[in-house]
């Protein structure tokens, strides 16, 4: 394991981490009565927490027996409040680095471990949303969704 160059934690320190910007988008289903309006179910806090994947699978979780269209809506930020005391605790470890998408975890008396988000997520360790903000240089795509597989529109070419 390379040594960490990120922010370091002790044990009960307040730990903060923010994902690689562009890793995740806003979900809003949409009916199609106002294509530009403002007017969508805003579910940026709840796929922010879903940080534990590719998109594809979280839509066929979270959409599988939806069938109508959804709008993607780029991200630039999230930050979340991470919760490690208990896992430090329980395995022995003293510090934790935070370097990107990484945590690398020390401790005088246990083997360094590295480990990413969705890792720990795995092991229950809370990841609780503080922050977070739109893309104002983002893009917003539509899609239709049945039953949990996604399909892009394309326009019909005229013969």
Do not use: H
């Not at 809370?126 to 996604?150: A, E, P, S």
């Amino acid at each position: 394991m390379s040594s960490p160059s990120g922010q370091k934690f002790k044990i009960d320190d307040v730990i903060y981490w923010s994902p690689p910007k562009g890793d995740y988008v806003t979900i809003d289903v949409y009916s199609g009565k106002d294509a530009f309006g403002e007017n969508y179910n805003n579910s940026a806090e709840e796929w922010c927490v879903q940080i534990d994947g590719e998109l594809a699978p979280f839509i066929f979780m979270m959409f599988e027996t939806f069938c109508g269209f959804i709008k993607l809506w780029s991200r630039r930020y999230a930050t979340y409040y991470v919760d490690l005391s208990d896992y430090m605790n329980e395995f022995g470890y003293d510090a934790v680095f935070v370097d990107g998408d990484s945590f690398y975890f020390c401790g005088n008396e246990v083997e360094n471990y590295k480990a990413d988000a969705q890792e720990l997520k795995g092991e229950s360790v809370d990841f609780n949303i503080q922050d977070y903000g739109d893309d104002c240089c983002g893009w917003c795509d539509l899609f239709y969704i049945n039953k949990g597989k996604m399909f892009t529109l394309n326009e019909v070419e005229e013969a």
